[in-house]
Nanobody, 123 residues
């Protein structure tokens, strides 16, 4: 399944952006959603994940307290609100979906991926 991400862009340090990702056709229970990112010259890393009901959320230590993940199952959409952005948040952000649940997603990766959206934070 191809997820569809949007919302990237350029912002100055301290600014905010919201990413969105739609998951066409994926409405099955236990379908976890999340975000990963890949900075230039670095490996892809986990950012955040949320379970089907939205009551379990995980964040990488580097984004805790600044990023918030949420989802709207009626719209098949997951969001990543990014506040207090730093230059080190610059990366291509990928949304991800995993039918085996949120722990699988955050520890092993995802079955479904979006195309990536670029976030650039300038100092």
């Amino acid at each position: 399944v191809q997820l569809q991400a949007s919302g990237g862009g350029s912002v100055q340090a301290g600014g905010s952006l919201q990413l969105s990702c739609t998951t066409p056709g994926r409405t099955r229970n236990a379908y976890a959603l999340g975000w990963f990112r890949q900075a230039p010259g670095k490996e892809r890393e986990f950012v955040s994940a949320i379970n089907w009901t939205g009551n379990t959320k995980y964040y990488a230590d580097s984004v805790k307290g600044r990023f918030t993940i949420s989802r709207d199952n009626a719209k098949n959409t997951v969001y990543l609100q990014m506040n207090s952005l730093k230059p080190e948040d610059t990366a291509v952000y990928y949304c991800a979906g995993e039918p085996r649940g949120v722990n699988w997603l955050r520890l092993r990766g995802a079955e479904d991926w979006g195309q990536g959206t670029l976030v650039t934070v300038s100092s």
